[in-house]
């Protein structure tokens, strides 16, 4: 009975803790179960040695001998490589072997006292690829990131066989907000970003918003210098595109507030061999929210040979 009472009493305990760990935390909490997730399927977490700096980054090899040029993934403003949970077993399973690294300052890379610029994370990305022995890739980026990818295969073209943006930052658009928006000041600035990232937030409770308004402060200074860096215009590709030669995919959730479907259509102009794939019912957080749509085109991009002509896809909400 008293063995009976102790093993009750074990249990009492550790739910009241996991609670209380739960509620303080949230977002840690949920943080490992991702990360268990994606151990589960086959991505691994490490590091390298990059230009001087311990840089964390995810890589899923490939689960079948199909081939094709090795995918490397980079995240935007205030994300990290976790971001691209719903793409990278995607497309480890379909024979590529995927890295997706943390860039300088965000997720578990350092954050050192430097300017955060687009050509800086450019840089970053270009020392990560030669680290890792990468002499081509198909190169794909989110919002920042696609900025960050764009400007490499225009400055180093001989490194990207093909290229994939994801509701792309990097050339001008009338914006609806300010740089505040990415560093919110209280829960209701924490809501604020997320209804302007998707067009069906997920409901978030009081509690889930100050762990969210605490994390987003503990790297604020950060994203101020990058959103700094970024408001100059110094490395806006406007002018620049035209200039591209690798096959483009162009994929945007037409829901986009933060990043306009207008901005994602001008690039396509720009561009005469590129594909346009919209996905419907999505917004600016398409990989993430939107993930089948979004990896079935990008899947059919980097498989096509000869590479996809000219032309634009269109998949339904999910």
């Known amino acids: ?131 890792m022995k990468l002499a081509r890739v198909g190169l794909g980026g989110w919002s920042m990131g696609g900025w960050i990818a764009t400007k490499l295969a225009l400055d180093h073209p001989e490194m990207v066989d093909r290229l994939m943006v994801y509701d792309s930052a990097g050339i001008y658009f009338p914006a609806t907000f300010g740089p505040e928006l990415f560093t919110p000041a209280d829960t209701a600035g924490v809501r604020r970003l997320m209804q ?41 590709l406007d002018f620049r595109l035209q200039e591209l030669k690798q096959p483009m995919l162009i994929v945007w959730g037409e829901k986009d507030e933060l990043i306009p479907l207008a901005s994602g259509e001008k690039m396509h102009d720009a561009v005469a061999q590129s594909v346009l794939s919209v996905v419907e019912g999505c917004g600016h957080l398409a990989p993430a929210e939107c993930s089948g749509p979004v990896a079935e085109s990008t899947v059919r991009f980097l498989k096509a040979e000869p590479a996809m002509p000219r032309g634009m896809m269109r998949f339904p909400a999910q």
């Not at 009081?206 to 987003?216: G, I, V, W, Y």
């Open 1 to 131: 009975m008293k063995t009976a009472l102790r093993v009750i009493a074990a249990v009492v305990v550790l739910a009241v803790a996991g609670g209380a760990v739960f509620y303080l935390h949230p977002l840690w909490v949920a943080d490992q179960m991702l990360r268990f997730r994606l151990w589960r399927a086959g991505v691994h977490s490490e590091y390298a040695l990059v230009d001087g700096y311990r840089i964390h980054y995810l890589e899923a090899p490939p689960l079948n001998d199909v081939g094709g040029v090795p995918v490397v993934l980079v995240h935007g403003l205030g994300a990290r490589s976790e971001e691209w949970a719903g793409l990278i077993p995607a497309l480890a399973a379909q024979g590529f072997h995927v890295y997706a690294p943390d860039l300088l300052g965000y997720g578990r890379s350092p954050r050192p006292d430097v300017s955060y610029s687009i050509s800086m994370e450019e840089e970053m990305v270009v020392e990560f690829m030669r680290a």
């Open 196 to 236: 302007t990232l998707s067009p069906k937030p997920l409901a978030m409770p009081e509690f889930a918003a100050r762990d969210a308004l605490r994390k987003l402060q503990g790297n604020a200074w950060v994203l101020k210098r990058s959103t700094a860096a970024m408001m100059t215009g110094r490395d806006l």
